[in-house]
């Protein structure tokens, strides 16, 4: 292996730091504004601007300087691959080098630990151009950071190709189980009993209440966060003193919906209500729906026709179900202990998604475990070398 040489960022690139785009942001405008969420996309969410106020060429490295506590995009790079096209935002930083192959450099700065290292998981991560500059850096000759470029190119793409694999083969599980969950309910080859919901259920509206009613020792208020993966969650939970209607305390059996929110893919979540602990309400943007029908309806809301019916009301361009667009939605509804069969059999086969989910999951975090090992064994032995 040729000489290495340990170096700093400061000593081996030219930095520079961008400039505030938000009064000139343009949606028609002709470049790209470079800011940190499209590094943390990978270039897919973008804004435009019709200021090019810091021009980027092509190889330049965009780095991330400000994230939330132990956020995701502090330190992750981009490497710009078109020139005339970028405009550098503010809070992010641009880094040239002649010293450095692109991709190698790119290898090391993308999260590295130095920068990792000024997160306290409390507060807003901002890096400094002078904690910036003081990366230490790993510097072989060119032909070598050529190879190893050559050798962390070849691995990391069979490990993209395995997790684009697995990612597959969990989709194609839940689509699977989506579409026969669908067909279930738009099916009426068995001439079930159609039904306007108004018919076969009740359902209230939540508890309007201020921040002078939140208290330690009051009732506990489910809202949409209580709602995480089709079931209730009680890690961020709000308790309330106030006037409680009866009416609008949970009962066993009862479904929580979702009915209001500004992220559109969170209306009409819902989960059941079981094994209740203690009394508890639900809050303003949420709805209660109660029927002797609940297991069954609890998987018609997950259907594609209970989401049709529903975006065709009037309300949906604000992202809000109301007690008005429910009272028409049509269900199909076989006798009772049909009904019980169908629940039965989707549970089960549910339990089988989410087996497949957790394991396919773990392998994603395997694969990523391993592409980082791959990086910090490969930074080890040039470290060594240099050494």
Same mark, same amino acid.
């Given at each position: 292996?040729?000489?290495?040489e ?9 930095f520079?730091?961008?400039?505030a ?8 405008g ?9 590094i943390?996309s ?6 435009r601007?019709?200021?090019?106020m ?14 939330v506590?132990?956020?995701k995009a ?18 992010i930083?641009c ?5 450095f192959?692109?991709?190698y ?19 807003q991560?901002n ?7 003081a ?10 950071q050529?190879r190893?470029v050559?050798?962390l ?14 990612e597959?083969?969990l ?7 989506d579409n ?5 309910f738009e099916?009426?080859?068995?001439r079930?009993?159609q ?7 009740e359902?209230?509206?939540g508890?309007?209440?201020?921040p002078?009613?939140?208290s330690?020792n009051?009732?506990i208020v489910?809202?949409?966060?209580n ?11 709000v308790?309330v003193n ?10 066993e ?30 809050g303003t ?5 109660r ?17 049709r019916?529903i ?9 809000q179900i109301?007690?008005?667009m429910?009272?028409?939605? @049509?269900? $199909? !509804?076989? +006798?009772?202990e049909?009904?019980k069969e169908?629940?039965?059999?989707? *549970?089960? =086969?549910?339990?089988q ?9 773990s392998? @994603?975090? $395997? !694969?990523? +475990?391993?592409k980082?090992g791959?990086l910090?064994r490969?930074f080890? *032995?040039? =470290?060594?070398e240099a050494?």
């Amino acid at each position: 292996m040729s000489q290495v040489e340990l170096t700093t960022l400061g000593k081996s690139c030219d930095f520079f730091n961008g400039k505030a785009h938000e009064k000139s942001i343009d949606e028609n405008g002709n470049y790209i504004v470079v800011n940190s969420k499209f590094i943390s996309s990978e270039g897919k969410s973008f804004k435009r601007t019709n200021e090019q106020m810091f021009p980027l060429y092509k190889g330049d490295i965009v780095m991330v300087m400000s994230d939330v506590p132990n956020g995701k995009a502090l330190a992750k790079c981009f490497i710009i691959d078109k020139v005339d096209t970028y405009s550098l935002n503010q809070r992010i930083c641009c880094i040239r080098s002649k010293e450095f192959d692109t991709k190698y450099l790119y290898y090391q700065l993308n999260r590295n630990v130095h920068f990792l290292a000024f997160n306290n998981g409390e507060n807003q991560t901002n890096l400094r151009k002078d904690d910036i500059l003081a990366c230490p850096l790993i510097k072989p000759s060119m032909e070598e950071q050529k190879r190893m470029v050559a050798e962390l190119d070849n691995a990391y793409s069979k490990i993209e190709s395995a997790i684009i694999n697995v990612e597959a083969n969990l989709k194609n599980a839940k689509f699977l189980f989506d579409n026969y969950l669908s067909s279930l309910f738009e099916n009426n080859e068995y001439r079930w009993e159609q039904k306007k919901l108004k018919d076969v259920a009740e359902y209230f509206n939540g508890l309007t209440y201020s921040p002078k009613d939140v208290s330690q020792n009051g009732t506990i208020v489910l809202r949409s966060s209580n709602i995480q993966n089709d079931k209730l969650d009680f890690d961020d939970i709000v308790r309330v003193n106030t006037k409680i209607k009866e009416k609008i305390f949970v009962q066993e059996g009862d479904i929580l919906m979702c009915s209001r929110n500004g992220s559109k893919h969170l209306v009409g979540k819902t989960a059941p209500i079981n094994n209740l602990h203690e009394k508890m309400t639900f809050g303003t943007f949420m709805m209660i729906i109660r029927s002797e029908y609940n297991p069954f309806l609890l998987w018609f809301f997950k259907t594609d026709d209970f989401k049709r019916q529903i975006s065709q009301g009037e309300y949906n361009m604000i992202n809000q179900i109301t007690r008005y667009m429910l009272d028409d939605v @049509i269900v $199909l !509804l076989p +006798e009772i202990e049909k009904q019980k069969e169908i629940v039965k059999n989707l *549970n089960t =086969l549910n339990e089988q998604v989410l087996k497949l989910t957790l394991l396919y999951n773990s392998k @994603i975090e $395997l !694969l990523a +475990e391993l592409k980082s090992g791959i990086l910090k064994r490969a930074f080890e *032995n040039e =470290l060594i070398e240099a050494e």
